[in-house]
């Protein structure tokens, strides 16, 4: 996480995000409108990843819609790996890509604002992700109508009430995204994964969704998700370290 502080000490900026499996995501980035044009974004950036680096990283990447910045990403050396067409409806996700170096450039030259890398437990940085979407979800509205996710959960339990499969996910955008979807070892093979799947792909459904995405590592099940017609539009390789890759893949329309 990064933010951006003017010399009264008010949040202009915030970059909200972590690092898993050696990559770092950056999941949301804001900067005030009256902030805008002085390179608030790019040195929010530039400091996450230069901590990123520190620590490892030699990787991010990001999910932006067309209506927001793809081309600001591209600029400061974000390539496109995967194009999610119809999401939202009459738009689309671009789902991109940046290699860290080490000359990463420093952030916080000669300004009227300063850039800083935070990190701390999930309650002490919640008030920054908070900040950014009061911020982003209003405006992703403005494009996209009401843009307020929802939870999706399906579960299975055997004859003594144990736990025998269950999906978990989010619909946001007239899209399902499934997170996790687990079945127990001993019952594997049966036919319940499937069954789980197509029951949250009917209630997304209900809720007027055209489609699902998904992320499933080389290690997981991609030719479970082929065989329930999903395809991938997009591979990040490398990711997690020592797998052949991660897929992005998605079924559209549910």
Not at 127 to 139: D, E, S, Y
Request: with cysteine.
């Amino acid at each position: 996480m990064a933010e951006a502080r003017d010399r009264m000490g008010r949040r202009i900026g915030a970059l909200c995000g972590y690092i898993s499996w050696n990559w770092m995501y950056g999941a949301a980035l804001w900067v005030n409108r009256r902030a805008r044009g002085r390179d608030v974004g790019t040195r929010l950036l530039a400091v996450a990843e230069a901590a990123a680096y520190r620590r490892g990283v030699r990787n991010a990447y990001l999910e932006t819609f067309a209506f927001q910045a793809p081309g600001f990403y591209r600029k400061i050396g974000n390539r496109v790996y995967g194009k999610l067409e119809g999401y939202p409806r009459g738009s689309r996700a671009f789902y991109l890509h940046k290699p860290l170096r080490r000359s990463t450039p420093a952030a916080n030259p000669p300004g009227d604002f300063r850039a800083r890398y935070r990190t701390g437990s999930p309650k002490s940085l919640k008030p920054t992700w908070r900040w950014v979407g009061k911020r982003l979800g209003p405006f992703i509205s403005r494009w996209t109508g009401k843009a307020q996710a929802k939870e999706l959960a399906v579960t299975a339990r055997d004859e003594k009430g144990g736990l025998a499969a269950g999906l978990r996910g989010s619909t946001f955008l007239g899209g399902l995204q499934v997170e996790i979807l687990w079945v127990r070892e001993d019952l594997r093979g049966k036919g319940l994964g499937t069954r789980v799947l197509h029951l949250a792909e009917k209630e997304a459904k209900r809720r007027g969704c055209r489609g699902a995405a998904l992320r499933a590592y080389g290690f997981q099940s991609p030719g479970f998700w082929r065989k329930q017609g999903y395809r991938v539009f997009g591979t990040l390789r490398g990711l997690p370290k020592g797998s052949n890759c991660r897929y992005f893949m998605k079924k559209w329309k549910v």
